[in-house]
C-alpha cells in the first residue's frame, strides 16, 4: 500500500534533525504514533516495517536522532551525545510539527529513550511502547553474557581475543558478532533491505554508536555502561506495552524488569522473534500494537 510520504530537516542545537511522515492525517478520534530508533547511533530505516500503522487511521513519524543517519553531523562531538541531548530532542520533534497529542513506540535504546522521557511525565502521550529495551545496562550486560556463553567456543574465543587486544574492528570480530546478531537480534536472515540499509550507516557513522555503548552488544563500555532507571520506573504514567521476543538479546528477565517497574504495564513475548519483533513477526506485531494503541485513543 502507497502512503502520502513528508521528510525535511527540523533545526535542533544548530545542526538538523531528519523526519519523515507517512501518512496524510488522523482519522477522528486518532492519534499519530511516534517512532524512536534504537543503536543508540542507528537510523529509522529498520522500523520501516511499522509503516504498516498507517492503515489504522494515523500517521507514523520517524526521525533519525543527531548525529545518526540521515542527521548525520561531520565533525567530531562525542561530549555531545547524552542522555539529556536525545530527551530535549524528542520535544523539538513534537513541538516543530505539531504532535502535541501522541502515541510513543521506542525500540531497544529508543525504549530507553523513551521511558527517560516519560520519567519527566510529559503532557500528550497517550500510550507508550517499550520494544526490547532495558531498564539498565548493568542487566543487559549480565544477560548478554549469558546468551554469549551459550556460542560456539571458537565464536566466543574471537570475541575475548579482539576485545582482550582492542581490534574490536576486525573482520573476524565482525563475524563473530555477526552470529550473536543472527540469533539474538534479527532471526531473519538474510535480513531485510531496510534492516541492512540501518546497520550500513551505523558502520558508517559510528561515533554516537561507540561513544555512548561501545564497539557491540555485549562490550559495552561507553557513557551508558552504568545506566539505571529500574528505580524511576514508577514515575512512568502512561499506558505502557512491554514487547520482547523469545530469543531477544532484551532477555524475559530484562522485559520483565520494565514490565514489573512500570504499574499497570502490559507485556507481550512473541515466541518466534528474537530483538526485531517488528521485523520477524510483523503482521502479529502490528496486530498486538494496534490493538493496544486503539485502546488508548483520546
Same mark, same amino acid.
Given at each position: 500500500?502507497?502512503y %502520502?510520504?513528508?521528510?525535511g530537516?527540523?533545526? =535542533? !542545537?544548530?545542526?538538523?534533525?531528519?523526519? !519523515?511522515?507517512?501518512?496524510?492525517?488522523?482519522?477522528?478520534?486518532?492519534?499519530? &504514533?511516534?517512532?524512536?530508533?534504537?543503536?543508540?547511533?542507528?537510523?529509522?530505516?529498520?522500523?520501516?516495517?511499522?509503516?504498516?500503522?498507517? #492503515?489504522t487511521?494515523?500517521?507514523?513519524?520517524?526521525?533519525?536522532? &543527531?548525529?545518526?543517519? #540521515?542527521?548525520?553531523?561531520?565533525?567530531?562531538?562525542?561530549?555531545?551525545?547524552?542522555v539529556?541531548?536525545?530527551?530535549e530532542? @524528542?520535544? *523539538?520533534?513534537?513541538?516543530?510539527?505539531?504532535?502535541?497529542?501522541?502515541?510513543l513506540?521506542?525500540?531497544?535504546?529508543?525504549?530507553?529513550? *523513551?521511558?527517560?522521557?516519560?520519567?519527566?511525565?510529559?503532557? /500528550?502521550?497517550?500510550s @507508550?511502547? $517499550?520494544?526490547?529495551?532495558?531498564?539498565?545496562? $548493568?542487566?543487559?550486560?549480565?544477560?548478554?553474557n549469558? &546468551?554469549?556463553?551459550e556460542?560456539p567456543?571458537?565464536?566466543?574465543?574471537?570475541?575475548l581475543?579482539?576485545?582482550?587486544?582492542?581490534?574490536?574492528?576486525? *573482520?573476524e570480530?565482525?563475524?563473530?558478532?555477526?552470529?550473536?546478531? #543472527?540469533?539474538?537480534?534479527?532471526?531473519v536472515?538474510?535480513?531485510?533491505?531496510? %534492516?541492512?540499509?540501518?546497520?550500513?550507516?551505523?558502520?558508517?557513522?559510528?561515533?554516537?554508536?561507540?561513544?555512548?555503548?561501545?564497539p557491540?552488544?555485549?562490550?559495552?563500555?561507553?557513557?551508558?555502561?552504568?545506566?539505571?532507571?529500574?528505580?524511576?520506573l514508577g !514515575? $512512568?504514567?502512561?499506558?505502557?506495552?512491554?514487547?520482547?521476543?523469545?530469543?531477544d538479546?532484551?532477555t524475559? %528477565?530484562?522485559a /520483565?524488569? @520494565?514490565h514489573?517497574?512500570?504499574?499497570?504495564?502490559?507485556?507481550v513475548?512473541?515466541?518466534?522473534?528474537?530483538?526485531?519483533?517488528?521485523?520477524?513477526?510483523?503482521?502479529r506485531?502490528?496486530a498486538? &500494537?494496534?490493538? =493496544?494503541?486503539?485502546?488508548?485513543?483520546?
Amino acid at each position: 500500500m502507497s502512503y %502520502v510520504e513528508q521528510e525535511g530537516f527540523i533545526p =535542533f !542545537k544548530g545542526y538538523q534533525t531528519w523526519y !519523515k511522515i507517512v501518512g496524510e492525517k488522523e482519522e477522528t478520534g486518532k492519534l499519530p &504514533l511516534l517512532c524512536l530508533h534504537g543503536g543508540p547511533g542507528a537510523c529509522h530505516d529498520y522500523l520501516l516495517s511499522l509503516t504498516a500503522m498507517a #492503515n489504522t487511521g494515523r500517521r507514523v513519524i520517524f526521525y533519525d536522532q &543527531l548525529g545518526c543517519g #540521515n542527521s548525520h553531523i561531520d565533525t567530531s562531538k562525542p561530549d555531545m551525545w547524552t542522555v539529556d541531548l536525545y530527551v530535549e530532542e @524528542v520535544d *523539538a520533534v513534537r513541538k516543530a510539527l505539531g504532535l502535541e497529542k501522541i502515541h510513543l513506540l521506542g525500540q531497544s535504546w529508543g525504549g530507553m529513550l *523513551a521511558m527517560e522521557y516519560m520519567i519527566r511525565q510529559p503532557q /500528550g502521550v497517550a500510550s @507508550v511502547t $517499550i520494544a526490547s529495551s532495558p531498564a539498565s545496562m $548493568i542487566q543487559w550486560v549480565e544477560e548478554a553474557n549469558k &546468551l554469549r556463553d551459550e556460542l560456539p567456543a571458537d565464536i566466543q574465543g574471537a570475541l575475548l581475543k579482539h576485545e582482550a587486544a582492542g581490534t574490536t574492528d576486525s *573482520a573476524e570480530y565482525q563475524a563473530a558478532m555477526t552470529e550473536f546478531y #543472527n540469533r539474538h537480534v534479527c532471526r531473519v536472515v538474510p535480513n531485510p533491505d531496510y %534492516v541492512l540499509k540501518s546497520f550500513a550507516k551505523l558502520g558508517e557513522h559510528p561515533e554516537v554508536y561507540y561513544t555512548m555503548n561501545g564497539p557491540s552488544e555485549f562490550h559495552v563500555i561507553g557513557t551508558l555502561k552504568n545506566w539505571n532507571i529500574i528505580d524511576q520506573l514508577g !514515575k $512512568i504514567n502512561a499506558p505502557t506495552l512491554v514487547t520482547s521476543g523469545r530469543y531477544d538479546e532484551a532477555t524475559p %528477565v530484562i522485559a /520483565g524488569t @520494565v514490565h514489573d517497574g512500570i504499574r499497570g504495564s502490559e507485556w507481550v513475548i512473541f515466541e518466534n522473534s528474537s530483538h526485531m519483533a517488528h521485523v520477524e513477526e510483523p503482521e502479529r506485531y502490528m496486530a498486538v &500494537l494496534g490493538e =493496544f494503541i486503539s485502546r488508548h485513543e483520546p
